[in-house]
């Protein structure tokens, strides 16, 4: 089985409608990311989460709001999609140890296309 | 604040030729530098790391050695194969380990029989 899983994997939907991608994770890693990949640009962070009680904004959070309901889950969220926001989203998850690098592990993505 | 500039592509290849993917970074204090791979239709997995200057980091034949003197952890591999057809991230940590990592754009490489 997967270490960390994204629902739906693809997904079609209608300008102003609210959707939620979904990440769940079995690494028992306390830190989760939500990224976007859009040609040509790279990944760009969206929201990441250290533990279930912290949430913060990462480059481009507007439009975009998230939920870290367990350690193992961590939604995404766009509240009125628009077409801009079709791309490949990926959560990735990490764990704080006791090096200070911070290697992080992807799921397979989300293709998302607002119409 | 940390960023990473990584070669543009796309990269085409020959099979067996020899590859390099330029990556720089910026920061303050001792990053860790990493190179993700991202096969078709898949999520980004890491390929290799270095935690400290000189490290060199290794995997399926591709090596980067992390040069603290020139910010750089350039990608190379001696004889690419069709399967290595994939964009290439490089990334970097922050020495405090607290902050999320941070992506070059990626370089796409497509090697050819």
């Known amino acids: 089985d997967a270490d960390v899983t994204q629902t739906p994997r693809n997904r079609i939907t209608k300008t102003g409608k609210r959707i939620m991608l979904e990440c769940s994770q079995t690494k028992g890693h306390d830190r989760m990311y939500w990224y976007r990949q859009d040609p040509g640009l790279g990944l760009r962070l969206i929201y990441y989460s250290f533990d279930v009680k912290d949430i913060n904004k990462g480059e481009i959070s507007d439009g975009y709001s998230v939920s870290r309901q367990a350690q193992a889950k961590f939604s995404l969220s766009l509240e009125s999609a628009i077409p801009n926001q079709t791309a490949l989203y990926f959560c990735a998850t990490s764990q704080r140890g006791t090096i200070t690098y911070n290697e992080q592990f992807f799921g397979p993505g989300t293709r998302l296309t607002v119409l | 604040g940390n960023s990473v500039t990584q070669m543009e592509g796309p990269v085409t290849l020959s099979e067996e030729a020899f590859l390099t993917i330029n990556c720089t970074y910026t920061a303050t204090g001792y990053p860790s530098l990493f190179w993700y791979v991202q096969y078709p239709g898949e999520g980004l997995q890491l390929l290799l790391k270095?935690?400290?200057?000189?490290d060199k980091g290794s995997n399926k034949g591709f090596e980067a050695t992390y040069r603290k003197e020139t910010t750089s952890f350039h990608l190379e591999k001696g004889s690419v194969q069709v399967s290595d057809s994939a964009v290439y991230f490089c990334?970097?940590?922050?020495?405090?380990?607290?902050?999320?990592?941070?992506f070059g754009k990626g370089t796409r490489l497509s090697v050819i029989a």
């Open positions: 990334a970097l940590s922050g020495n405090s380990g607290n902050t999320p990592l941070v």
């Open positions: 270095a935690t400290k200057a000189d």
